[in-house]
Structures are given as C-alpha cells and as structure tokens.
C-alpha cells in the first residue's frame, strides 16, 4: 500500500509529463550524416553468424534504428528513449518517472517511449504510450490534437483521430 508521502511523490513525478505526438521528438529532427569520402561495405562474410551483444547502461541496452539513429530500451520497464543514456546525469529520476508513468497506466502491454528535456527551467518528461495490440498511440491525460490532426477533414469523429493515431503508431 502506498504511504501519502509516495503518493505525492508520484503524482508529482507525473505532473512532470508532457505527452507529445512522435514526430515531435528529437530524434525526427536529428540529421543522419552520412561521410562522402567512406567506402559502403556490404559484403556479407562466409558462415557469419555470430552477433555481438549491444552495450547495456544499467538496465538500458543500446540499440541503433536501421535509419542510423542511437537509442535505448529497457526490457524491465518497457520503455524507450533517444536520450543518451550514458550522458544523463539524473538516471535515478528518469527511472522514477517511468515507474510512476506506468504504475499509473496499468498497461504493461503498453511500451513507454520517454525522452527528457527542460521546459520552462524545469526537468520535464516528453512521452507516450505505444499499444502495440491495437496499432495505435495513446497518453495519461487529454492531448490537444489540433497541430496533428490540422489537415485532417472532419476531425471530429473518432474514426478519423484513430486513424491518424494509428498513422502515428507507424
């Protein structure tokens, strides 16, 4: 059972969460360089079956998106984020984040992409919910649709938010 110190403890860590739409993330705003001048080596070698293991950071296995992006998973929690890990100076914090988050979700179907930043001088949680069974996204509170459902006709209707949410998931 949870004292009242931990229930405000969590609902604080809660009030620190903006849900935000994917696109809205760093990381679809991040430039993949790619070097002119560097030979593209697709050769496969004989028999190679091996595979190495990616890097863990605690519970945060690194991972590389096939577009060439970095980020990190966490298997225990299930959650995602595109901050490096190894650069993030409060790690405890992020963690309690993702606890409350999900305590206050219930889904643990329900895969968390977080990502940390400052909003107005304080340490706020971007985030939202990815629910893979139903090919959608969703959040903890209300989200105003209005910049992503903006060229959509009708947007009224649930069938069409849906639609665009699943687009979203995608």
Avoid at 11 to 21: F, M, S
Wanted: glycine residues 6%.
């Amino acid at each position: 059972m949870a004292t009242a110190g931990s229930q405000q403890q969590i609902v604080g860590l809660l009030e620190r969460g903006i849900g935000i739409w994917p696109t809205q993330l760093p990381r679809y705003a991040e430039a993949v360089m790619l070097v002119d001048d560097e030979i593209e080596d697709t050769l496969v070698p004989m028999k190679e079956i091996n595979y190495s293991s990616p890097p863990m950071i605690r519970d945060w296995q690194e991972l590389v998106h096939p577009l060439g992006s970095t980020y990190y998973y966490n298997n225990r929690k299930n959650a995602y984020t595109s901050m490096n890990i190894g650069h993030y100076q409060d790690l405890q914090r992020l963690d309690d984040f993702i606890d409350a988050s999900r305590s206050a979700a219930k889904e643990d179907g329900w895969v968390l992409v977080v990502y940390p930043t400052i909003f107005m001088g304080e340490e706020r949680f971007q985030y939202y919910y990815v629910v893979p069974d139903h090919q959608i996204i969703a959040w903890l509170e209300d989200m105003d649709g209005h910049i992503l459902f903006g060229e959509c006709i009708n947007p009224s209707k649930w069938r069409h938010k849906r639609l665009e949410l699943e687009a979203q998931y995608w």
